[in-house]
């Protein structure tokens, strides 16, 4: 059989299995450029990467997109805090991201959409929701009917979410700041209208700007079109966020799923208590860097399975420092072929690096060698 009509390597993520035939397109989530960088970032990007990596690996072609949220009201008001316009204030942000991620050996996406490149769409967008009866304007801002839903539940339903902790994450992450006009608190805003000195386009219903959730969902339909293959994220993004793109996308398209497989890669706590710049217990990627080698600090990411939370310790970071060199010295002697054909395999099923990495310490030589470059661990 020649090497062309050999059948294709199938990735299972989430339990499933994700067949390809055509490119993997992969979307992540990225930052909102206004505070450094910290574990529970990395943990996602470096994920994602390892995904990429994994599958390039197995002769798939893959083409990732990494979005800039840089159009939001915390931006805005970290900016205003410091007296720098947002933009400036963004890519001062934006650097110091990208220089952790380039430590951490994550490679760069193929495409890096930012927000405010791609505003039209978001008014777009809003202009399809409302044609399509998902959307009503009050006042300058354009709400996405969230309490209606598909099956006549509402978004939450949809998702899994009783009513009174999907409303907490609402709030969670700005419901307190949602523009009046609201016709159901689970109506958010697709085009919001902007008052004295934030940021403002114009649109047909006044000068305003995007809402969050709309804002990734204007920039995977640029990038992909009406689907997508993967998309991934933090835990934390699964709702609101992720299920009103989602929702949003298919009301607009009339295409579902919007997204074949979601990767929502585990929260990092400090002492059971997610990293968060509100909590104060965040633990920078730049530190990090400043006393541990960076392939330390992605092995400890990696040494897991992908979907876990997990509390961040020192303690566990020495570990992987030492796990580590074990690795470098078993790619150093000799091992067998049998070791090597198992590792792409473990990885294909569902990212299961642990194993990966028993496999590669046990047989070591070229399956540690194999191991050490897939997860970029060099």
């Given at each position: 059989?020649?090497?062309?009509?050999?059948?294709?390597?199938?990735?299972?993520?989430?339990?499933?299995?994700?067949?390809?035939?055509?490119?993997?397109?992969?979307?992540?989530?990225?930052?909102?450029?206004?505070?450094?960088?910290?574990?529970?970032?990395?943990?996602?990007?470096?994920?994602?990467?390892?995904?990429?990596?994994?599958?390039?690996?197995?002769?798939?072609?893959?083409?990732?997109?990494?979005?800039?949220?840089?159009?939001?009201?915390?931006?805005?008001?970290?900016?205003?805090?410091?007296?720098?316009?947002?933009?400036?204030?963004?890519?001062?942000?934006?650097?110091?991201?990208?220089?952790?991620?380039?430590?951490?050996?994550?490679?760069?996406?193929?495409?890096?959409?930012?927000?405010?490149?791609?505003?039209?769409?978001?008014?777009?967008?809003?202009?399809?929701?409302?044609?399509?009866?998902?959307?009503?304007?009050?006042?300058?801002?354009?709400?996405?009917?969230?309490?209606?839903?598909?099956?006549?539940?509402?978004?939450?339903?949809?998702?899994?979410?009783?009513?009174?902790?999907?409303?907490?994450?609402?709030?969670?992450?700005?419901?307190?700041?949602?523009?009046?006009?609201?016709?159901?608190?689970?109506?958010?805003?697709?085009?919001?209208?902007?008052?004295?000195?934030?940021?403002?386009?114009?649109?047909?219903?006044?000068?305003?700007?995007?809402?969050?959730?709309?804002?990734?969902?204007?920039?995977?339909?640029?990038?992909?079109?009406?689907?997508?293959?993967?998309?991934?994220?933090?835990?934390?993004?699964?709702?609101?966020?992720?299920?009103?793109?989602?929702?949003?996308?298919?009301?607009?398209?009339?295409?579902?799923?919007?997204?074949?497989?979601?990767?929502?890669?585990?929260?990092?706590?400090?002492?059971?208590?997610?990293?968060?710049?509100?909590?104060?217990?965040?633990?920078?990627?730049?530190?990090?860097?400043?006393?541990?080698?960076?392939?330390?600090?992605?092995?400890?990411?990696?040494?897991?399975?992908?979907?876990?939370d997990w509390d961040y310790s020192p303690a566990d970071l020495a570990a992987a420092e030492g796990r580590l060199d074990a690795l470098y010295?078993?790619?150093?002697?000799?091992?067998?072929?049998?070791?090597?054909?198992?590792?792409?395999?473990?990885?294909?099923?569902?990212?299961?690096?642990?194993?990966?990495?028993?496999?590669?310490?046990?047989?070591?030589?070229?399956?540690?060698?194999?191991?050490?470059?897939?997860?970029?661990?060099?």
């Amino acid at each position: 059989m020649s090497h062309d009509l050999l059948p294709p390597a199938v990735l299972r993520l989430g339990g499933r299995p994700l067949p390809m035939v055509g490119p993997l397109r992969l979307y992540a989530c990225g930052v909102t450029p206004y505070a450094v960088t910290h574990l529970g970032h990395a943990a996602t990007f470096v994920w994602v990467d390892v995904l990429a990596r994994v599958a390039r690996h197995a002769s798939m072609d893959v083409v990732v997109t990494r979005n800039v949220t840089d159009v939001d009201d915390v931006l805005t008001e970290a900016a205003r805090k410091v007296n720098t316009p947002y933009d400036e204030y963004a890519a001062m942000q934006q650097y110091r991201f990208d220089h952790d991620m380039s430590a951490l050996a994550v490679r760069r996406p193929d495409h890096e959409p930012r927000a405010h490149r791609h505003i039209g769409s978001v008014v777009r967008l809003a202009q399809a929701l409302l044609d399509a009866g998902r959307a009503y304007e009050v006042d300058g801002t354009v709400f996405f009917d969230g309490s209606g839903g598909f099956d006549g539940s509402d978004i939450a339903a949809a998702h899994g979410w009783e009513r009174a902790a999907a409303l907490a994450a609402i709030e969670e992450f700005g419901g307190d700041d949602l523009p009046a006009g609201q016709r159901d608190p689970f109506d958010l805003p697709v085009w919001r209208a902007s008052g004295e000195g934030d940021p403002a386009w114009p649109s047909p219903w006044g000068a305003g700007r995007p809402g969050w959730h709309a804002e990734c969902t204007a920039m995977v339909l640029d990038t992909y079109g009406s689907s997508i293959d993967v998309h991934a994220g933090g835990r934390d993004l699964a709702f609101p966020h992720h299920a009103y793109e989602a929702a949003q996308a298919e009301a607009a398209t009339g295409v579902a799923p919007f997204a074949r497989s979601w990767m929502h890669v585990g929260t990092v706590r400090v002492n059971g208590e997610k990293m968060a710049k509100s909590t104060g217990n965040l633990v920078l990627v730049e530190d990090l860097l400043a006393q541990h080698r960076a392939a330390a600090v992605r092995l400890l990411i990696l040494d897991r399975a992908w979907a876990d939370d997990w509390d961040y310790s020192p303690a566990d970071l020495a570990a992987a420092e030492g796990r580590l060199d074990a690795l470098y010295a078993a790619a150093g002697r000799r091992g067998d072929d049998a070791g090597e054909a198992a590792i792409v395999p473990a990885l294909l099923d569902d990212l299961d690096v642990r194993r990966a990495l028993g496999i590669a310490m046990e047989s070591g030589g070229s399956a540690a060698r194999t191991a050490v470059h897939v997860l970029g661990l060099g």
